[in-house]
């Protein structure tokens, strides 16, 4: 008889728990599709109040009460006085509405232009290019988006390419790669129209690019299933990419976990060497005129999605693109991303939180990573350091060799840059 009252006490107090947990779990799922002032009437702990993942709290000035809202419309409305909002709560509580908020800073040229200028000395400078080539060292793939936004803009190429010629370790890696040197001796550049790569380089191929996979319900499917390349156009970055090192690299998972990508979408087909094989060989012949049939195989399409997430140009046309936009369901309702600063030392003062904040600092450069079209104003002043700062580095300086040849526009130019190509025969 008391084997069976223990036994029944012990069940009840399991049973206790496990509901009590499931209840927490259901009241916070439940708090998303709530207001603030209704969560606050159940739980009386700001500390506990959550919005939608694509909104962000502010406390309005006049009242104290917490609202949640558009990213871009709480910069705008704290711009007016009308509300505050606390970046150590937003990053303690959730992680995901400050990098809405710093989007949206990047997004606007007003407020990025102050970004810019509160970050132009030598120190700001050298601590974000530390930070980003610390983060790079952990996981080489972050550097593809960063590397390929350089390649394709004429204005960056061509600093980059002089960068590469004062630094003396980089000319030598280059004069002892034997794919790199064969392709300098025997000008062995694949057709220059052909490629994936190629195509993205283009403005045009890129139009036409686009218009083939909106004909392509597969592709459009596969590209709204994929987390990690509707967060980027969302103008987001994944949090679990962050500082974790659980990127994907060549197709293949790093580790046991799967960062940004659906599991659903990955197949055995996935893992399979010579289905990779096959999908990288058809990328690379790939062309206008037969990308529409190309698609048609579930390995290109995922292939294709990691590459284009890798090409900042790419994906900043695909966002500009409203009929793509709207067939993906992420039009945005008529917010005006270009509006006028009317308090600029409000601005600043929100800045120099993030600035004066290691964690928010790293946060910051690393969705500058992730999104490079968004630190080009940084460029005149960070891309030789930066530069220099990969070069110096033997793992960086392989990667940065191996990210080269795959872009096919800037290999044909520096191997038609008298000076660049004087020097590396020397």
Not at 220 to 244: E, P, R, T
Not at 278 to 283: C, D, P, R
Not at 406 to 411: G, L, P, R, V, W
Request: hydrophobic residues 35%; proline residues 4%; aromatic residues 2%.
């Amino acid at each position: 008889m008391k084997n069976y009252l223990l036994t029944g006490i012990l069940v009840f107090a399991i049973t206790t728990i496990s509901l009590s947990l499931l209840s927490e779990q259901v009241l916070a799922q439940s708090n998303m599709s709530m207001s603030p002032r209704q969560q606050m009437s159940m739980l009386n702990d700001p500390n506990q109040i959550q919005c939608r993942d694509d909104f962000v709290m502010m406390m309005r000035g006049t009242t104290g009460s917490l609202v949640c809202i558009n990213p871009d419309t709480s910069l705008r409305l704290a711009d007016r006085g009308w509300g505050i909002f606390d970046m150590n709560m937003m990053m303690n509580n959730n992680p995901s509405q400050l990098q809405g908020i710093t989007n949206s800073m990047m997004k606007n040229p007003n407020t990025s232009k102050l970004w810019y200028d509160i970050s132009d000395n030598p120190n700001t400078t050298q601590s974000v290019v530390d930070q980003m080539t610390s983060s790079m060292r952990q996981n080489p793939q972050k550097m593809n988006p960063m590397m390929n936004f350089m390649m394709n803009d004429p204005d960056l190429r061509q600093k980059m390419v002089d960068s590469m010629m004062k630094n003396s370790q980089m000319m030598q890696s280059m004069r002892d790669n034997n794919q790199i040197m064969s392709m300098m001796k025997d000008n062995s550049m694949m057709d220059s129209s052909q490629g994936i790569n190629s195509m993205m380089s283009d403005p045009n191929s890129r139009q036409q690019m686009m218009d083939k996979m909106m004909d392509n319900p597969q592709m459009m499917h596969d590209m709204m299933k994929n987390k990690q390349m509707m967060s980027k156009m969302k103008g987001k970055v994944m949090m679990d990419s962050m500082g974790q090192g659980k990127m994907m690299q060549g197709g293949m998972m790093k580790s046991g976990n799967m960062t940004g990508m659906n599991q659903g979408m990955m197949g055995q087909g996935m893992r399979d060497n010579s289905m990779m094989d096959s999908s990288q060989g058809k990328m690379a012949t790939m062309t206008n005129a037969n990308i529409g049939t190309i698609m048609n195989d579930p390995q290109v399409r995922q292939d294709m999605m990691k590459t284009m997430m890798d090409n900042p140009q790419m994906m900043q046309d695909m966002m500009k693109n409203k009929q793509m936009m709207s067939k993906m369901g992420m039009m945005k309702s008529g917010v005006n991303n270009n509006w006028k600063v009317n308090n600029p030392q409000m601005m600043q003062d929100v800045m120099s939180q993030i600035r004066d904040n290691p964690e928010l600092m790293a946060q910051m450069n690393e969705m500058m990573l992730n999104n490079p079209w968004n630190m080009k104003g940084m460029m005149n002043n960070m891309q030789g350091p930066m530069m220099s700062s990969i070069m110096n580095d033997s793992e960086l300086r392989q990667h940065m060799m191996d990210t080269m040849i795959t872009n096919q526009q800037f290999m044909s130019n520096i191997m038609q840059n008298q000076d660049f190509m004087q020097q590396l025969n020397q």
